[in-house]
């Protein structure tokens, strides 16, 4: 598969906020699930939003009430509005095309979130 293409991150005050944006191939891109992913240094990459291609969403309870993932169709594109930011949002977020574990992983976009 294609390798999708994130941008967005960067550096941002506690509290602020941040939108990613992950864009895939066109390819089944309607029919398929997409997620954003996180990894902080020294931990596990770990799940932070995911959306079907029919549009319900998932969210890690760490992210839960200031997260919200979407979807353009149109644009092959998804989001993740991040709001009141904290430090420990701070990590590299992936975004994945598919079904976890099949699919395809971006290269990754740095949020950096200072105190």
């Known amino acids: 598969q294609v390798q999708p293409v994130e941008s967005g991150g960067g550096l941002v005050q506690a509290g602020g906020s941040l939108t990613l944006s992950c864009v895939a191939s066109?390819?089944?891109?309607?029919?398929?699930?997409m997620a954003w992913y996180r990894q902080a240094p020294g931990k596990q990459r770990e799940m932070v939003a995911a959306i079907t291609n029919g549009g319900n969403t998932n969210y890690a309870d760490s992210v839960k009430g200031r997260f919200t993932i979407s979807r353009d169709n149109a644009k092959n594109t998804v989001y993740l509005q991040m709001n009141s930011l904290k430090p420990e949002d701070t990590a590299v977020y992936y975004c994945f095309k598919g079904t976890y574990p099949s699919g395809a992983w971006g290269q990754g976009t740095q949020v950096t979130v200072s105190s």
């Open positions: 066109r390819s089944i891109f309607s029919r398929s699930a």
